[in-house]
């Protein structure tokens, strides 16, 4: 007969004893099928977190084994969504039912989109980094949706200031004398005419929702939709001149701090019933400084997301 191997986890104690909050697994690679609402089903390339608490003091470790074989079975059997996603936490648990009674889950993936642009049709991939964690906390299920937005900002400051020198350029060249239409015209044509032009940059929303109960395939793409329609100038995929120039009058026509548009996102966010709590935290990605520019709110809920 063979000889049986040895079972550390089961048949040894902790040589200090010792509750843990979180043990297990980090950075698993597997794809996964994600449900996302209005969309075909889809396989994305998912890095997995996946722990429990491990609630006995004397147990030496937890099964890692156990919750690998469960993300395996939901990579290759089934398809991530809310449903899904409670039974897998259930199952972490049951699976260790003399261990833990707490279950989190974490999947990171680029969820992509054709995106249009804005004048001349073309389409183009967006990559939006997304996570879907789940927790499960003694019978209480918490489930969440993250992602982040890539847009252009503009700064208001830098705005007016470039709006003083083109004046002042202005009075410099043109006398109540030699003041023509079509001299204007050409004037502001030349590089000479347009002395100064603002400081926009690259610009990150990152928002986090939690989902309620009567959530069946996860609201990426809607909420997607929701931050860039907020915000107003996503960055884009396909460009033709067209597009790249009616993208430089949205910038102007949206002049905007970090403040401006954290106000912008949770005027948005309020006024949707989709989500039962957010947090979102803006990022300016300086041109002209160093450093970033930064606003973070939420929903303001007495146990929700705290800043």
Known sequence: MPTAMPDIA??????????LDWVGMSNIEMP?????KGEPERMVSAHVDAFVNLKEAKAKGIHMSRLYLLLDELSNNEVLNYTNLVTLLDNFISSHHDLSDNAKVQFSFDYHLRRKSLISGKQG??????TITGRLDQGKVTIELATEVRYSSTCPCSAALARQLIQQAFKAKFTADNVELESI????GTTEGIVATPHSQRSVAEVKVKLNKATGDFPIVYLVDLIEKALKTPVQAA??????????????QNLMFCEDAARHLQFTMNNTEEFDDFWLRINHLESLHAHDAVSVTTKGLVDGYQP
Do not use: C
């Open 32 to 36: 996964i099928m994600v449900a996302s």
């Open 125 to 130: 991939w967006k990559a939006y980094p997304t």
């Open 185 to 188: 015209h050409d004037w502001l």
């Open 10 to 19: 089961n048949h040894t104690t902790a040589q200090t004893e010792g509750t």
């Open 239 to 252: 460009v033709k001149r067209e597009d790249e120039q009616e993208f430089a009058r949205l910038n102007g």
